[in-house]
């Protein structure tokens, strides 16, 4: 269900104030212990969006596409990469790897988590400290679920549902956070970061990839289309997304474009 480890590491996302703990009784349910909000668990994975919030789910069209997708997300996502996005597969399955070593046993957080595509690399003996996989999406959930239980990685995996805009995470608490092409999607992508930097123990590394504008005439036309849909945000230039990143972070951090996937990763300083 939840170990005692994962819980010491929650807090509410509604209130950003009080610890999370497992209420007595069934069914079973986290509550906070400063203004009382409850969490269930669905399928056993705790949802960790705050009442207050989940109404924009039912309406937000990135999660809606998510959930669309998820069942052809893992044939779809090389394909869409090399053919679309210029990126070759293998950069992210390559940064992915240098981000989960950086977590050296500690706490490891990825959100988004998708379908675990690329955590499903890693072999389960590789994992040390708590893995803590964060979505949304609860179709993307349902699949890693089945993809981490198959790979015998579920005593050292979490999933969570949360709002990305608000983790149920305590401050500092992560020594390596990734986040692979989930930054174009979300609805205020500084505040994101900021959030995603909140976690993060000082020193701590962070990593990821998003979609950028100028990576080539078709992957542009696809983009704007997401964009008029309402699937993404408006969509920068390499040069405003690394701007964004510089401001929000402010701390140095490496960066390289392959097609449309703009790729970073930086130290925490302090
Ligand atoms: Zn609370």
Redesign the pocket.
């Known amino acids: 269900m939840i170990s005692s480890d994962v819980l010491e590491l929650l807090w509410?996302a509604?209130?950003?104030?009080?610890g999370l703990e497992l209420a007595s009784g069934m069914p079973r349910e986290l509550v906070?212990e400063?203004?009382?909000?409850r969490y269930p668990f669905v399928d056993g994975i705790p949802d960790l969006v705050p009442r207050s919030a989940s109404e924009k789910y039912r309406y937000y069209r990135t999660d809606t596409l998510r959930n669309l997708i998820a069942p052809l997300f893992d044939v779809a996502a090389p394909i869409m990469s090399m053919a679309l996005w210029r990126c070759p597969p293998l950069r992210y399955v390559d940064a992915h790897h240098r981000a989960v070593g950086r977590s050296d046993g500690g706490v490891y957080v990825e959100c988004p988590v998708g379908t675990g595509l690329l955590l499903g690399h890693v072999r389960a003996e590789h994992l040390a400290g708590p893995f803590l996989c964060i979505d949304s999406s609860w179709s993307m959930l349902r699949h890693a679920e089945r993809r981490f239980r198959a790979a015998g990685m579920m005593d050292r995996v979490t999933l969570l549902r949360a709002d990305p805009e608000h983790l149920p995470l305590k401050a500092g608490i992560a020594r390596s956070f990734q986040t692979v092409n989930g930054l174009h999607g979300f609805h205020d992508r500084t505040g994101v970061l900021g959030e995603f930097n909140r976690v993060l123990e000082p020193g701590g590394h962070f990593a990821g990839s998003t979609l950028v504008r100028g990576g080539g005439p078709l992957a542009d036309v696809i983009l704007h289309w997401y964009e008029q849909y309402g699937v993404v945000q408006p969509l920068r230039s390499r040069e405003y997304v690394i701007q964004e990143l510089d401001e929000v972070l402010g701390y140095p951090f490496l960066h390289e474009t392959y097609g449309s996937a703009l790729f970073f990763s930086g130290t925490k300083s302090g």
């Open positions: 509410c509604a209130c950003a104030d009080g906070c400063a203004c009382g909000e």
